[in-house]
């Protein structure tokens, strides 16, 4: 079992930043990736940016030159910087953990982002 905690969510104004944290506990060893996605009221989720335990980063193109995935192995957590943010990343994040057997989620943090 594995259990992720987001935060870092808030109101910000276009062109400024946030630092999204996940904190993953649980049977760390059996996490395969890690993901964020993004998901605006109304709309689908939507995959973000992802990171396997290898250290493999990928970004969709929304979030290139933007986004980027960092972790800090010490404290089990995986961040997502976003900058430069716009309207259109407005939506609530979710962190998701990949394991053989079940993909796994957080409660999400919202992120506002004002024009």
């Known amino acids: 079992q594995v259990q992720l905690v987001e935060s870092g969510g808030g109101l910000v104004q276009a062109g400024g930043s946030l630092r999204l944290s996940c904190a993953a506990s649980g049977t760390i060893s059996d996490i395969k990736a890690m993901n964020w996605y993004r998901q605006a009221p109304g709309n689908q989720r939507e995959w973000v940016a992802g990171?396997?335990?290898?250290?493999?980063?990928e970004y969709a193109d929304s979030a290139k030159g933007r986004f980027t995935i960092s972790r800090n192995n010490a404290k089990n957590t995986m961040y997502l910087q976003m900058n430069s943010l716009k309207p259109e990343d407005t939506g609530v994040f979710y962190c998701?953990?990949?394991?053989?057997?079940?993909?796994?989620w957080g409660q999400g943090t919202r992120v506002t982002v004002s024009s």
């Open positions: 998701a953990a990949d394991t053989t057997l079940k993909k796994y």
């Open positions: 990171s396997t335990s290898g250290g493999t980063t």
